[in-house]
């Protein structure tokens, strides 16, 4: 039940792209973001366990929301390096803002309280119940008929 949304992903793309634009793909590559929100997922007897790769983030920067079945992970952080020197003048400024998010599919018959997250040494771990779905019973609906 529990499936990535991979809108604005380009698997394939992507793969080909580094042939045709190695430059550019050196430069995508080498962009905090490229690494961020890999995710690994296993399927246990009793749920789902995800591990979430956040390097560099602390756990004030990440969120978790579930909303109408779906889990969605933000993170954002930033960063500002000023260097001057002895007579105040910069030598070197840089200002990195960057946010991410990744969403997934866990089903509307899972609550906030079902779901357990934790963060720890730049990764986040969430532990998300597998619920057994109810078949629906199908209510027989008679006509009378007059005789």
């Known amino acids: 039940m529990l499936m990535p949304s991979i809108f604005g992903e380009d698997l394939f793309d992507s793969f080909f792209d580094d042939f045709a634009r190695p430059v550019r793909n050196f430069a995508r590559l080498s962009t905090p973001s490229a690494s961020v929100m890999r995710t690994d997922v296993k399927e246990t007897e009793t749920g789902f ?63 906030q309280e079902d779901i357990k997250a934790k963060f720890e040494d730049g990764i986040l771990k969430i532990s998300v119940p597998k619920k057994e779905q109810k078949p629906e019973v199908e209510e027989k609906k008679y006509i009378s008929i007059e005789g």
Request: hydrophobic residues 20%; glycine residues 12%; charged residues 40%.
């Open 49 to 111: 366990e995800l591990d979430i790769d956040l390097p560099g983030y602390k756990k004030e920067d990440v969120q978790a929301e579930l909303k109408d079945g779906y889990l969605t992970i933000s993170a954002s952080t930033g960063s500002n390096r000023d260097e001057k020197d002895e007579k105040g003048r910069y030598i070197r400024r840089e200002r990195y803002v960057g946010s991410c998010s990744r969403s997934f599919y866990v089903g509307e018959e899972i609550g």
